[in-house]
């Protein structure tokens, strides 16, 4: 009798319900996850990479009077962004073990991103990233796939270029001059000596400064897992030695190479990249006595990039 006078519901509405009661969990599942991934990635350093990308190629349509093709070049930047993403999300799986060991609070490190989840993404922003570079066009896309390439040796666990500094530098400035040539072929002009300036000096201080200086402080990892960097064998005091005096001949090289030129984009970057650099061996060469930061030099870097590719965008906007 109860069964009879049950209300039943139809068997549409039943479906309809158990499916959205499994699907909210996998939805908010998968948005963590994306989240965390993006976390892992380093945002700041996402968002300078694609900001290589488009100064790149605004640098090069400028000085050659041509008008960039706007969706090749949004296309290239997503492409450039899901790279990014896919190699920093495999150097956050490569250096689990050192991260934990330095006390890290990335998601991989601190458990809130699982390895497997985080594999899985690396595959699909690689395979991303490389279909938005063919839409973008075969330059791009070649550019992509070498860019990744240089990602995996710089973490792979076979060769590991990360393990010893004359290698990290090297695969890194590759990596960014890599990026600015990928916005010379999205901009669909040919390479000009303004952005060739521009990328060389900002190619080399990723690979002289950011490569040496984002080592310091984390040298117990880097140490237990074997690594060669110059922190680890000639002392944090010695790398950051090397990074002031990278950063002064770097800003000599700019100031000579706006002189040559002689665009006001890169006078003004040449003046900011100059600021930034001195504010570098400021934080390396710290007062006796001062706070010890091991992040200060490579934040300072990091800012200094900022400002100086504002710089370079807002003087073209300017002229």
């Given amino acids: ?22 699907r909210r969990p996998g939805v908010r599942l998968t948005a963590r996850t994306v989240r965390h991934c993006l976390r892992e990635a380093r945002p700041l350093v996402q968002v300078m990479f694609v900001l290589r990308f488009v100064t790149g190629a605004l640098l090069t349509a400028s000085a050659a009077h041509h008008r960039p093709n706007a969706p090749h070049l949004l296309l290239g930047a997503a492409a450039w962004w899901a790279a990014t993403v896919s190699v920093y999300v495999f150097n956050g799986v490569s250096d689990l073990c050192e991260d934990r060991a330095n006390g890290s609070r990335r998601p991989l490190a601190s458990g809130l991103l699982t390895e497997s989840a985080a594999r899985r993404a690396v595959v699909a922003t690689a395979l991303a990233g490389l279909l938005f570079g063919c839409t973008a066009g075969w330059r791009v896309a070649e550019s992509t796939a070498v860019f990744l390439t240089l990602g995996y040796a710089y973490s792979a666990p076979s060769i590991a270029a990360k393990c010893r500094s004359w290698s990290a530098s090297a695969v ?6 890599t990026t600015y040539l990928a ?47 110059l922190a680890v064998v000639r002392g944090e005091r010695a790398a950051r030695r090397f990074c002031a005096a990278a950063g002064a001949a770097l800003a000599l090289l700019l100031a000579a190479g706006a002189a040559w030129v002689r665009q006001p984009p890169l006078e003004a970057a040449a003046a900011v990249f100059t600021a930034g650099t001195l504010c570098v061996a400021g934080r390396c060469l710290r ?33």
């Fill in 183 to 229: 916005g010379v072929a999205a901009s669909g002009s040919a390479l000009t000596a303004e952005a060739a300036v521009f990328a060389v000096v900002l190619s080399l201080g990723v690979g002289l400064i950011a490569a040496v200086a984002k080592d310091l402080g984390s040298t117990r990892g880097d140490a237990l897992a074997g690594r060669r960097t």
């Fill in 172 to 177: 890194t400035c590759a990596a960014a001059g």
């Fill in 1 to 22: 009798m109860s069964q009879a006078l049950a209300p039943r519901l139809p068997q549409s509405s039943i479906s309809v319900t158990a499916v959205a009661g499994i």
């Fill in 287 to 319: 007062i006796r006595g001062g706070e010890d930061r091991p992040r200060g030099p490579y934040r300072s870097w990091m800012f200094t990039q900022y400002a100086v590719h504002l710089t370079a965008l807002g003087a073209l906007l300017w002229t």
